[in-house]
């Protein structure tokens, strides 16, 4: 017993003594500079960038051998095609360097940016300055009339307009998206109230207004919120409609609370139809008022015949499940002529009207255009 443990005490003697020895070599060889490269090898290092340059143009090594061998620069190929590797692994760590620098300041430049935004969206909810509701009017193509309106919401941070495509998604990261909502649909709800009493829409019974709800506004209390504005506003569920995104369809508590807004009446369409999460049986199953056709297939309309065909499926699918269709992006009398022979009588875009500001979308409604035509005319300047 004592033997054994003489002899393994004795191994690790030895194992430490190997790697005492190969530290001492490791540190020797880092504190001794590296042989220098022999001349040749040198001159082809400053020349290696052309040097591969050619053989990028096809010139093959034994081509380049030759031709250095006339300049008295003997080397062989091995030679050559090792410094020509070491030269291509330099350039491929400087590109990689310069990318990293480059993605370092891009990521620098988004956060400083989404920091001024949200900065921004702060301070224009605490002082309700810069944020701003248009109103895109959605119309009847047959007739002309206005059948609703949908609020879009436009900011202006200082002398600058920004995007909803840059802003909202920092409104909805940062958590104020749900007092941006807040704000939203009480202003478009006060707007409603107005058209109704100044006797705007058919039959002077006011304009339906729809408002776009975000995903992270979706929680138990939105029913209680909305109905709270509805009551102190003094508006009728029937002039309110709310429009939710594809992405709600991923949301496992979505067909109840949609269920629990339709029950009290309010108007519900899907946004962007046809873009994103949509499963026909869960569309199916959804107490859904309108499909929104979206621009992107409208924009087709005329020049790509599958276009025609999947509008189409679109507007009959939506028939046969009780349900409106409203085409969006309408820029074109022929896109509308289409629209219409398709069966969507339906629409919003420019060739009705842009979004506007509250106190246009009046006089636009006061003016009771008798089509598209002559909306067209007046309002796409």
Same mark, same amino acid.
């Given at each position: ?12 003697? /030895? ?52 031709? =250095? ?28 360097? #310069? ?6 300041? &891009? ?30 009017? /959605? ?15 436009? %900011? ?26 807040? %704000? ?8 409603? #109230? ?13 304009? #339906?207004?729809?408002?776009? =709800? ?16 509805? &009551?102190?506003?003094? =508006?009728?569920?029937?002039? =309110? ?14 067909? *109840?609370?949609?269920?629990?807004? *339709?029950?009290?009446?309010? *108007? ?23 499909? #929104? ?46 629209? /219409? ?38 309002? &796409?300047?």
């Amino acid at each position: 017993m004592n033997m054994e443990l003489r002899l393994v005490g004795h191994e690790d003697d /030895q194992h430490n003594s190997v790697i005492g020895k190969i530290k001492h070599l490791l540190e020797e060889i880092e504190t001794t500079p590296p042989p220098p490269l022999p001349a040749t090898h040198s001159a082809l290092m400053g020349v290696s960038n052309q040097l591969l340059a050619l053989r990028d143009k096809g010139f093959s090594s034994e081509w380049l051998v030759l031709a =250095l061998s006339q300049c008295d620069i003997n080397v062989s190929m091995d030679e050559l095609n090792n410094i020509l590797r070491q030269a291509l692994l330099a350039r491929m760590r400087a590109y990689e360097e #310069k990318v990293e620098i480059s993605l370092r300041r &891009c990521h620098v430049k988004a956060s400083a940016r989404t920091e001024f935004i949200e900065r921004g969206l702060r301070n224009a909810m605490k002082s309700g300055e810069g944020l701003q509701l248009h109103y895109q009017p /959605q119309v009847d193509m047959r007739t002309g009339s206005i059948i609703g309106a949908e609020a879009l919401l436009r %900011w202006r941070n200082g002398s600058e307009f920004v995007s909803p495509v840059e802003f909202i998604p920092v409104a909805e990261e940062s958590g104020l998206i749900e007092d941006i909502g807040a %704000w939203v649909l009480r202003e478009a709800c006060t707007e409603a #109230k107005r058209w109704e009493r100044m006797g705007l829409g058919g039959h002077g019974k006011g304009i #339906k207004v729809s408002v776009n =709800l975000s995903v992270k506004q979706f929680s138990d209390r939105l029913v209680g919120d909305i109905h709270g504005v509805l &009551c102190d506003v003094g =508006l009728s569920t029937k002039l =309110l409609g709310v429009e939710i995104t594809e992405s709600f369809l991923a949301e496992n508590n979505s067909q *109840h609370l949609l269920q629990t807004l *339709h029950d009290t009446g309010l *108007h519900i369409s899907i946004d962007d139809f046809g873009t994103g999460y949509s499963c026909l049986s869960r569309v199916s199953a959804l107490p859904l008022d309108t499909i #929104k056709i979206d621009r992107a297939f409208i924009i087709e309309l005329g020049r790509s015949p599958g276009a025609g065909a999947v509008v189409q499926t679109l507007i009959s699918m939506a028939h046969k499940l009780g349900m409106n269709t409203i085409a969006e992006g309408v820029e074109t009398q022929q896109q509308a002529e289409v629209l /219409q022979r398709l069966g969507c009588t339906l629409a919003q875009g420019y060739l009705y009207a842009k979004p506007l500001p509250a106190s246009e979308f009046i006089s636009f409604a006061k003016g009771a255009p008798a089509g598209p035509a002559k909306q067209a005319n007046s309002l &796409c300047a």
